[in-house]
């Protein structure tokens, strides 16, 4: 599998999240995970940290594929 393919997913998982957490969609806040999320921080509170999380998937797989990052240096 190439490595790139990885990092588009990664860019397009960050955009899903960081959208749902603007939007606040309601079938995305109803999933287990985030539901924790919510007790431990409120709704508003869990899209914060959710808009936070996707906007950091999406700008690391960005600056990856880009070539700002090189992430055999990470590991």
Same mark, same amino acid.
Request: hydrophobic residues 50%; proline residues 0%.
């Given at each position: 599998m190439?490595?790139?393919?990885?990092?588009?997913l990664m860019i397009g998982v960050g955009v899903l999240i960081f959208i749902a957490s603007l939007t606040?969609?309601?079938w995305f806040f109803k999933q287990r995970r985030a539901q924790s999320m919510i007790k431990l921080m409120g709704r508003? &509170? @869990?899209?914060i940290f959710?808009?936070?999380? &996707? @906007?950091?998937f999406a700008g690391f797989g960005w600056l990856v594929l880009s070539g700002q990052i090189d992430i055999a240096?990470?590991?």
């Open positions: 190439n490595k790139d393919i990885l990092f588009y606040n969609w309601e508003n &509170g @869990a899209r959710y808009a936070i999380l &996707g @906007a950091f240096s990470l590991f």
